[in-house]
Protein backbone atom coordinates (compact mmCIF):
# COMPACT_ATOMS: atom_id res chain seq x y z
CA UNK A 1 0.00 0.00 0.00
CA UNK A 2 3.15 2.52 1.03
CA UNK A 3 5.02 1.74 -2.19
CA UNK A 4 1.24 2.46 -4.25
CA UNK A 5 1.13 5.71 -2.26
CA UNK A 6 4.72 6.63 -3.00
CA UNK A 7 4.57 6.20 -6.92
CA UNK A 8 1.15 7.98 -7.22
CA UNK A 9 2.65 10.58 -4.66
CA UNK A 10 5.50 11.26 -7.15
CA UNK A 11 2.92 10.90 -10.46
CA UNK A 12 1.05 13.86 -8.82
CA UNK A 13 3.91 16.02 -7.86
CA UNK A 14 5.68 17.80 -10.82
CA UNK A 15 9.00 19.44 -10.05
CA UNK A 16 11.23 19.33 -7.24
CA UNK A 17 10.67 20.82 -3.70
CA UNK A 18 11.74 24.91 -3.45
CA UNK A 19 15.54 25.43 -2.14
CA UNK A 20 13.59 27.90 -0.31
CA UNK A 21 11.52 26.30 1.78
CA UNK A 22 12.25 24.80 5.14
CA UNK A 23 9.74 22.00 6.66
CA UNK A 24 9.90 20.73 10.23
CA UNK A 25 7.43 18.06 11.02
CA UNK A 26 8.00 17.05 14.97
CA UNK A 27 5.93 16.26 17.76
CA UNK A 28 5.72 18.75 21.05
CA UNK A 29 9.32 19.35 21.36
CA UNK A 30 8.85 21.64 18.40
CA UNK A 31 6.02 22.50 18.94
CA UNK A 32 7.12 24.80 21.62
CA UNK A 33 5.16 23.14 24.18
CA UNK A 34 4.01 25.12 27.42
CA UNK A 35 6.00 28.31 26.15
CA UNK A 36 4.81 31.18 23.32
CA UNK A 37 5.37 30.07 20.07
CA UNK A 38 8.10 32.68 19.65
CA UNK A 39 10.07 30.93 22.24
CA UNK A 40 10.92 27.54 20.61
CA UNK A 41 13.68 26.52 18.56
CA UNK A 42 11.81 26.60 15.52
CA UNK A 43 11.29 30.38 15.69
CA UNK A 44 14.74 30.93 16.92
CA UNK A 45 16.06 28.61 13.76
CA UNK A 46 13.92 30.91 11.85
CA UNK A 47 15.67 34.46 13.17
CA UNK A 48 19.23 32.52 12.58
CA UNK A 49 18.13 31.48 9.46
CA UNK A 50 16.81 35.02 8.31
CA UNK A 51 20.58 36.24 8.60
CA UNK A 52 22.18 33.67 7.18
CA UNK A 53 19.77 33.23 4.15
CA UNK A 54 17.35 35.77 3.82
CA UNK A 55 14.52 34.59 2.15
CA UNK A 56 14.42 30.77 3.32
CA UNK A 57 10.73 30.32 4.64
CA UNK A 58 10.35 27.81 7.52
CA UNK A 59 6.89 25.63 8.39
CA UNK A 60 6.66 24.74 11.23
CA UNK A 61 3.85 21.64 10.99
CA UNK A 62 4.58 20.71 14.36
CA UNK A 63 1.44 18.97 16.64
CA UNK A 64 2.23 18.12 20.33
CA UNK A 65 0.77 14.67 20.52
CA UNK A 66 2.27 13.71 16.87
CA UNK A 67 3.47 10.63 16.15
CA UNK A 68 4.93 8.88 13.28
CA UNK A 69 1.76 7.89 11.81
CA UNK A 70 0.31 10.89 12.58
CA UNK A 71 2.87 12.71 10.61
CA UNK A 72 2.50 10.07 7.46
CA UNK A 73 -0.94 11.31 6.86
CA UNK A 74 -0.18 15.04 7.16
CA UNK A 75 3.06 14.58 5.18
CA UNK A 76 1.63 14.56 1.73
CA UNK A 77 -0.59 17.24 1.64
CA UNK A 78 2.12 19.71 3.15
CA UNK A 79 4.03 18.64 0.79
CA UNK A 80 2.23 19.56 -1.86
CA UNK A 81 1.53 22.48 -0.26
CA UNK A 82 4.99 23.94 0.68
CA UNK A 83 6.92 22.07 -1.94
CA UNK A 84 9.80 22.37 0.63
CA UNK A 85 14.05 21.67 -0.17
CA UNK A 86 14.57 20.35 2.94
CA UNK A 87 12.34 18.33 5.41
CA UNK A 88 13.46 18.30 9.36
CA UNK A 89 11.21 14.90 10.95
CA UNK A 90 11.61 15.18 14.30
CA UNK A 91 8.90 12.26 15.47
CA UNK A 92 9.16 8.82 17.70
CA UNK A 93 8.82 10.10 20.79
CA UNK A 94 5.15 9.65 21.68
CA UNK A 95 5.23 6.45 19.80
CA UNK A 96 7.84 5.58 22.18
CA UNK A 97 6.10 6.40 25.42
CA UNK A 98 3.12 4.53 24.07
CA UNK A 99 5.31 1.31 23.67
CA UNK A 100 4.52 1.12 19.97
CA UNK A 101 6.76 -1.74 18.49
CA UNK A 102 10.38 -1.22 17.25
CA UNK A 103 9.59 -2.09 13.71
CA UNK A 104 6.72 -0.12 13.05
CA UNK A 105 8.23 3.07 14.30
CA UNK A 106 11.57 2.67 12.12
CA UNK A 107 9.12 1.52 9.07
CA UNK A 108 7.19 4.87 9.81
CA UNK A 109 10.74 6.65 10.18
CA UNK A 110 11.50 5.01 7.24
CA UNK A 111 8.25 6.10 4.82
CA UNK A 112 8.28 9.78 6.25
CA UNK A 113 11.70 10.44 4.47
CA UNK A 114 11.15 8.26 1.20
CA UNK A 115 7.98 10.20 0.88
CA UNK A 116 10.30 13.76 1.79
CA UNK A 117 13.08 12.71 -0.96
CA UNK A 118 10.05 11.59 -3.65
CA UNK A 119 8.96 15.39 -3.30
CA UNK A 120 11.75 16.71 -3.74
CA UNK A 121 13.51 17.07 -0.52
CA UNK A 122 16.51 16.83 1.45
CA UNK A 123 15.56 15.10 4.56
CA UNK A 124 17.47 15.99 8.36
CA UNK A 125 16.43 12.93 10.66
CA UNK A 126 15.94 14.34 14.44
CA UNK A 127 17.12 11.96 17.15
CA UNK A 128 15.57 11.67 19.71
CA UNK A 129 15.63 9.48 23.47
CA UNK A 130 13.04 7.75 26.03
CA UNK A 131 13.21 8.07 29.70
CA UNK A 132 14.79 5.83 31.55
CA UNK A 133 11.87 3.94 33.33
CA UNK A 134 11.13 2.47 29.86
CA UNK A 135 13.35 -0.39 30.62
CA UNK A 136 16.92 -0.51 28.60
CA UNK A 137 16.33 -2.76 25.33
CA UNK A 138 13.41 -1.05 24.31
CA UNK A 139 14.69 2.47 25.18
CA UNK A 140 18.50 1.88 23.42
CA UNK A 141 16.71 -0.37 20.68
CA UNK A 142 14.35 3.52 19.85
CA UNK A 143 17.73 5.26 20.37
CA UNK A 144 18.83 3.35 17.98
CA UNK A 145 16.20 3.27 15.28
CA UNK A 146 17.28 6.45 14.26
CA UNK A 147 21.10 5.63 13.35
CA UNK A 148 20.07 2.29 11.38
CA UNK A 149 17.78 4.38 9.46
CA UNK A 150 20.07 7.70 9.00
CA UNK A 151 22.53 4.79 7.86
CA UNK A 152 20.37 2.70 5.68
CA UNK A 153 18.53 5.58 3.62
CA UNK A 154 21.55 7.81 3.63
CA UNK A 155 20.37 10.99 5.63
CA UNK A 156 22.14 12.88 7.95
CA UNK A 157 21.06 12.90 11.11
CA UNK A 158 21.19 15.01 14.91
CA UNK A 159 21.89 12.17 17.08
CA UNK A 160 20.00 13.67 19.72
CA UNK A 161 17.74 16.83 20.00
CA UNK A 162 17.77 17.33 23.71
CA UNK A 163 21.55 16.58 24.15
CA UNK A 164 22.48 18.74 27.36
CA UNK A 165 18.94 19.10 28.26
CA UNK A 166 17.17 16.86 29.32
CA UNK A 167 19.70 15.55 32.30
CA UNK A 168 19.54 19.45 33.20
CA UNK A 169 16.64 19.94 35.97
CA UNK A 170 17.03 23.68 35.28
CA UNK A 171 16.23 23.02 31.25
CA UNK A 172 13.16 21.12 31.64
CA UNK A 173 9.49 21.86 32.47
CA UNK A 174 7.99 20.84 35.56
CA UNK A 175 6.85 17.32 34.02
CA UNK A 176 10.59 16.26 33.30
CA UNK A 177 9.50 15.91 29.63
CA UNK A 178 9.53 19.23 27.80
CA UNK A 179 12.42 21.50 27.65
CA UNK A 180 11.75 25.22 28.93
CA UNK A 181 12.17 28.27 27.18
CA UNK A 182 15.67 28.46 28.57
CA UNK A 183 16.81 25.22 26.32
CA UNK A 184 15.93 26.69 23.57
CA UNK A 185 18.58 28.13 22.26
CA UNK A 186 20.62 24.94 23.21
CA UNK A 187 18.02 22.57 21.13
CA UNK A 188 18.97 25.01 18.14
CA UNK A 189 22.36 24.61 18.73
CA UNK A 190 21.95 20.73 18.57
CA UNK A 191 19.89 20.94 15.17
CA UNK A 192 22.26 23.51 13.52
CA UNK A 193 24.98 22.05 13.52
CA UNK A 194 23.91 18.95 11.46
CA UNK A 195 21.36 21.52 9.42
CA UNK A 196 23.90 24.34 8.46
CA UNK A 197 25.52 21.94 5.91
CA UNK A 198 22.51 21.29 4.32
CA UNK A 199 21.78 24.90 3.33
CA UNK A 200 22.84 26.10 -0.15
CA UNK A 201 25.88 28.22 0.14
CA UNK A 202 24.90 32.30 0.98
CA UNK A 203 27.26 33.04 -2.21
CA UNK A 204 27.01 29.80 -4.68
CA UNK A 205 23.77 28.60 -3.29
CA UNK A 206 25.20 25.37 -4.09
CA UNK A 207 25.06 22.68 -1.44
CA UNK A 208 27.18 20.19 -0.79
CA UNK A 209 26.55 16.55 -0.16
CA UNK A 210 26.23 15.63 3.03
CA UNK A 211 27.20 11.56 4.23
CA UNK A 212 24.68 9.99 6.87
CA UNK A 213 26.59 9.96 10.52
CA UNK A 214 27.13 6.51 12.35
Same mark, same amino acid.
Given at each position: ????????????????????? $? =??? @??? &???? +? *?????? !???? %??????????????????????????????????????????????????????????????????????????????? $? =??? @??? &???? +? *?????? !???? %??????????????????????????????????????????????????????????????????????
Amino acid at each position: MFRLLLVLFVILTPGIGSAQS $V =LVL @GDS &LSAA +Y *GMPAEQ !GWVA %LMRQRLELRSPGLEVVNASISGETTQGGLTRLPSLLERHRPGLVLVELGANDGLRGTPLPVIRQNLEQLISLSQAGGAR $V =LLI @GVR &LPPN +Y *GPRYSE !GFFN %LFVEVSESLQVPRVPFLMDGVALDRGLMQDDGLHPNAAAQPRLLDNVWLHLEPLLPDPATGVTQAIAPQG
